[in-house]
C-alpha cells in the first residue's frame, strides 16, 4: 500500500521513465532467449544420419525406407524433369521410401531458416537470383562432400564409376579447395548469340579474327542495327564473363587460375588489360547508351525483334527465349573472337562448365539418400529423360546421344566439340560474391565509358586484395 | 475501486506488451547480438566483438549511402512539404472570397482525390511504374515522346549526376499527397475569422500563406518533417527495384537499406550488416530526437 500512488493520473514522468526501463530490462532477458535460437543450429544438435546396409544394387548404403526431402529450384527448367524423371527413378530402387517434393522460386527464402535452425531438407537444387552462397554453406560445414558418389559405380555399368560417366571437369566444376561438394548438372557453354536467318539474309559470317570482328560490327551499324549489347542494368556479368573469356585467349588459362585464387596482381595481368581495352572500344563504338538501363530479358527481346545483332550469353538463353523468339529465328553461337596473331589459345577455344548447381545437406536426416538420388540423376535414364523435358543437354555423356537438339543448343554443342581440349571455366564469381558485384559495377563502367582499362583492373584488384586480406571471409583454390 | 487495479491493469498490457517484445523489442535487440558476430546465417555465430564496426569505418559504399541519406534528409523534406503546401493552400485558401469565407480554386475536392492517388498504390508498383517512365528507349514514357520530338533520350537513371535526383522525384512524387491531406487539415483549423480580418487589412495572397496560415501551421509542419526525414533513411523499395545495377551505377544511388540487403542476403555476412543496421538506428534516432529539439517553439493558440 506504501509505494503505490494514491491517484493514477499523478503517475509522474519520472515513475513512467522508470517503469518503461524496468520493462525493457525485462525483455532484455526474453531476447537472449529469443536470440538462442534464431541463432541456434549448434553442433551437438545434428540429427543422427540415417543409414542401410551396402550391397551391389545399393552401394551407397542408403536405408531403404528413410523418407527423401527434394527442393527444386523452379526457374528456366522448372520443376516437371524432378517430379516426372528423377524422383520416379529413385522410387523405383527404393519404393519403400517416401519422397516429399517442394519447389521454390526464392531458395534463400525458403531454405535459410531450415539451415539455421539445423533441420534442412535432403536435397537441394540451389539456384536463381535467390541461391544460397555456396561458398559460404561449405565453409559452414553444411554440405555432404560427394567423393563416395564419384567413386561409386554407376547405375547402367557397375564396372564403371560415376566420376567416369560425365563430361571431364565436371567433378572440379562443384569443387571447393579440391573437395566435391556441388553436383553442376547441365553442360553450358558460354559464347556471344546471334540469329542465323539474320546473318543469312544480310550475307554476314560471324568473325574468328578481331578485324572481322569490328568490320562486321560497322557493316551491321551501317544497316541501323545496334551491333552488340548486353543488359548493364541487372546482367553485367554476361559482359565481364566475355572479357574474362578473351583475356584467357589471349593469356591461357592460367590468367583465370591466378584471378580465382586471388594472386597477386592478377586481374592487373597483361591479358586482361588488352581483352578490357578492346572492349572498351566495342562498348564506345557499337554499343547503344541506353542498354545500360535496361535488364536481360528487355535486350534478348530487342534481339529477338532484330533490332540488336550480338548478345552475350550461356546456352540457356534459346530456351529462356523460346516464347518470344520468332519463327526462323534460329540461335547461332559465335565463340569470342581472337585478338591477334599472338594469342596462346586458338580462336576456337571458348569457356564451357557444368551448369545449376545440386547439393546434399550434410546435417540432413538421410544424406546418404540424397547421394542416391544424384547417382540417380547421373544414370543414362536420368540424363535422357532431363535432356527430353527441358531440352538441354547434362554432363552425363550417354545420356544426349542421339537426341535431335534446336538449333541454337546444336550450334554450341558443335561448337564445343571444335574447341577440343581448349575449353576453360572461373570460379571466382561462385567464391566471392563481393568480387562478381564489384566486376559487374567496373564492368558497366568499363563499357559505357566512364573508366579505361587500367581503371577497370585497378578497381577490381583492389577489391580482390581486401578480400584476400579479409579473415572473415573463406578462401578457396584451385 | 482500488482494490483489484493492478491485476486489471497488468491483464489488459499482458498481451500487447508481449507481443510488442517478442516481434520488435526482441529483433532490434537481437539485431545488436548478430553485429557483434561473423554469422553467415547457416551455422552457430562467432563472437567477434567490434570487428564489424571497425570494418564499416572503411568502406566505401557504406559512406556513399550514408552521404546518400544527407542529400535525401535535406531535399526530400525541402521539396515534398514545399510542393504539398502550395498545393494545400491553393485547395483551401487559394480561392475566390465567397460571403466572406476563403475557399479553395475550382475543382478543388477533385484535385484533392487526385492527388492522394500516389498513396494507395503500393511502393513497389510505384517502382515498376516509374521504370517505363524512365525507360532510356524509345518504349520510355518521357524518352518516347523525347525521341519522336526528335530529341536525345535523357538517361535519368544510367547518369550518375541525374539518378539519385530521379529516384527522389520518385519518392516526392509519392509522398506529396499524403501531406497535401495532412496540411488541409490543418489549414482547416484555421479559424476563418483570422482570415478575413487579415484580408480587410489588405493582405495579398503569399501575405496570407506566409503570415497566417505558416505560423498556425508549425505543428503540423514539424510531424511531416519528422515523418519525411525518416522515410528519407529508408527508400530501399524504389531503389531496389527502379535502380540500375541495384543502386548504381556505381553505387550513384545506393542508400543504407539497400547495402544491408546487399550484405545480408547476397555476400551472406548476416553479423556484418547487423552492424550497418545498428548504424542506420542510431543515424534515425538522432535525426528524430535532434528535430523535435530544435522544431521546439511556442505554438500559437487559437
Known amino acids: 500500500m506504501s509505494i503505490t500512488p494514491d491517484n493514477p493520473a499523478e503517475l509522474s514522468r519520472r515513475t513512467l521513465l522508470g517503469r518503461t526501463a524496468a520493462a525493457g530490462l525485462l525483455a532484455t532477458g526474453a531476447v537472449s532467449l529469443l536470440g538462442a535460437c534464431a541463432t541456434s543450429g549448434s553442433e551437438e544438435g545434428a540429427t543422427k544420419a540415417e543409414e542401410g546396409t551396402k550391397s551391389a544394387a545399393n552401394p551407397l548404403g542408403v536405408k531403404d525406407d528413410a523418407p527423401l526431402e527434394v527442393v527444386i529450384f523452379n526457374g528456366g527448367y522448372g520443376e516437371k524433369y524432378a517430379t516426372d524423371v528423377h524422383e520416379p527413378l529413385y522410387k523405383k530402387a527404393f519404393p519403400k521410401a517416401e519422397i516429399k517434393h517442394q519447389s521454390t522460386q526464392a531458395v534463400s527464402t525458403v531454405l535459410q531458416p531450415r539451415f539455421a535452425s539445423g533441420n534442412p531438407p535432403e ?56 573437395k566435391p561438394y556441388v553436383l553442376y548438372y547441365v553442360s553450358t557453354v558460354f559464347g556471344i548469340w546471334y540469329s542465323g536467318k539474320l546473318f543469312r539474309d544480310n550475307g554476314w559470317a560471324p568473325a574468328k579474327t578481331w578485324s572481322e570482328f569490328t568490320a562486321l560490327l560497322d557493316k551491321i551499324k551501317a544497316k541501323g542495327i545496334t ?47 588488352q581483352a578490357a581495352a578492346a572492349w572498351a572500344e566495342i562498348g564506345a563504338k557499337y554499343v547503344d547508351k541506353s542498354f545500360e538501363g535496361l535488364k536481360h530479358t528487355d535486350v534478348q527481346l530487342r534481339q529477338n525483334q532484330y533490332k540488336l545483332a550480338f548478345y552475350p550469353s550461356g546456352d540457356w538463353l534459346e530456351g529462356e527465349q523460346k516464347k518470344d523468339t ?62 527430353e523435358v527441358v531440352k538441354a543437354p547434362t554432363v552425363v555423356t550417354a545420356g544426349s546421344e542421339g537426341f535431335a537438339f534446336p538449333p541454337g543448343v546444336a550450334s554450341s554443342q558443335g561448337a564445343l566439340k571444335a574447341a577440343g581440349q581448349d575449353v576453360f571455366n572461373l570460379y571466382f564469381d561462385g567464391w566471392y560474391k563481393e568480387l562478381d558485384t564489384e566486376a559487374r559495377t567496373a564492368t558497366n563502367e568499363l563499357m559505357f565509358g566512364r573508366i579505361n582499362a587500367d581503371a577497370f583492373c585497378e578497381r577490381i584488384q583492389k577489391r580482390a586484395d581486401a578480400i584476400s586480406k579479409d579473415s572473415s571471409v573463406a578462401k578457396f583454390k584451385r | 475501486m482500488r482494490h483489484g487495479k493492478y491485476p486489471f491493469v497488468i491483464g489488459f498490457l499482458f498481451a500487447p506488451v508481449t507481443l510488442y517484445v517478442v516481434f520488435v523489442i526482441a529483433p532490434y535487440a537481437q539485431a545488436f547480438q548478430i553485429s557483434m558476430t561473423n554469422w553467415r546465417g547457416l551455422s552457430a555465430p562467432q563472437w567477434v566483438g567490434f570487428d ?68 494507395v498504390l503500393a ?38 549526376n541525374l539518378a539519385l535526383w530521379s529516384i527522389i522525384a520518385v519518392l516526392v512524387w509519392q509522398a506529396v499527397g499524403f501531406y497535401v491531406v495532412l496540411f488541409s487539415a490543418g489549414m482547416a483549423s484555421i479559424p476563418g475569422e483570422i482570415y478575413e480580418a487579415a484580408e480587410m487589412d489588405g493582405a495579398t495572397r503569399v501575405t496570407l500563406f506566409f503570415r497566417v496560415t505558416l505560423p498556425l501551421l508549425w505543428d503540423t509542419l514539424q510531424v511531416a518533417w519528422v515523418y519525411l526525414g525518416i522515410a528519407a533513411f529508408d527508400a530501399f523499395a524504389i531503389v531496389a527495384v527502379l535502380s540500375v545495377d541495384s543502386g548504381g551505377p556505381d553505387g550513384a544511388t545506393t542508400v ?14 548476416y553479423g556484418y550488416a547487423s552492424a550497418m543496421g545498428v548504424a542506420l538506428f542510431f543515424l534515425t534516432i538522432t535525426f528524430a530526437a535532434l528535430t523535435l529539439r530544435l522544431t521546439k517553439r511556442e505554438s500559437v493558440e487559437y
Do not use: C
Open chain 1, 123 to 178: 536435397f537441394v537444387n540451389n539456384s536463381g537470383e535467390k541461391l544460397i552462397d555456396f561458398g559460404s554453406l561449405v565453409a559452414d560445414g553444411q554440405l555432404m562432400n560427394l567423393t563416395e558418389l564419384w567413386d561409386a559405380p554407376s547405375v547402367d555399368d557397375p564396372n564403371k564409376k560415376v566420376r567416369d560417366t560425365v563430361v571431364p571437369g565436371t567433378v572440379e566444376a562443384g569443387s571447393f579447395n579440391g
Open chain 2, 123 to 160: 511502393v513497389a508498383i510505384i517502382a515498376v511504374l516509374f521504370q517505363m517512365v524512365y525507360r532510356p528507349n524509345e518504349s520510355g514514357l518521357i524518352n518516347g515522346v523525347l525521341m519522336k520530338l526528335g530529341l536525345d533520350p535523357v538517361l535519368f537513371l544510367i547518369r550518375p
Open chain 2, 256 to 269: 543504407l537499406a539497400m547495402e544491408i540487403y546487399r550484405n545480408a542476403f547476397v555476400y551472406s555476412k
Open chain 1, 227 to 273: 551491333p552488340y549489347g548486353y543488359a548493364g542494368a541487372n546482367a553485367a556479368y554476361y559482359q565481364w564473363n566475355v572479357i574474362l573469356t578473351h583475356a584467357a585467349k589471349i593469356g591461357g588459362t592460367d590468367v583465370l587460375k591466378n584471378i580465382d585464387n586471388l594472386e597477386d596482381g592478377a586481374w592487373q595481368q597483361d591479358a586482361v588489360k
Open chain 1, 326 to 387: 520468332p519463327a526462323g529465328f534460329e540461335y547461332q553461337l559465335m565463340p569470342v573472337p581472337s585478338l591477334s596473331a599472338s594469342d596462346k589459345l586458338p580462336a576456337t577455344a571458348l569457356r564451357a562448365t557444368a551448369g545449376e548447381g545440386y547439393f546434399v545437406s550434410a546435417k540432413s536426416k538421410n544424406p546418404r539418400g540424397g547421394l542416391e538420388y544424384m547417382r540417380q540423376m547421373l544414370s543414362v535414364a536420368g540424363a535422357k529423360g532431363f535432356t
Open chain 2, 52 to 119: 564489424n564496426y571497425r570494418r564499416l569505418l572503411d568502406d566505401g559504399s557504406f559512406w556513399k549511402a550514408v552521404q546518400h541519406h544527407g542529400v535525401l534528409l535535406l531535399a526530400l523534406p525541402l521539396i515534398t512539404i514545399a510542393i504539398a503546401l502550395f498545393f494545400a493552400f491553393l485547395l483551401n485558401v487559394g480561392g475566390r472570397s465567397v460571403g466572406g469565407q476563403r475557399q479553395g480554386v475550382a475543382g478543388s475536392k477533385f484535385y484533392r482525390v487526385v492527388f492522394f492517388f500516389p498513396q
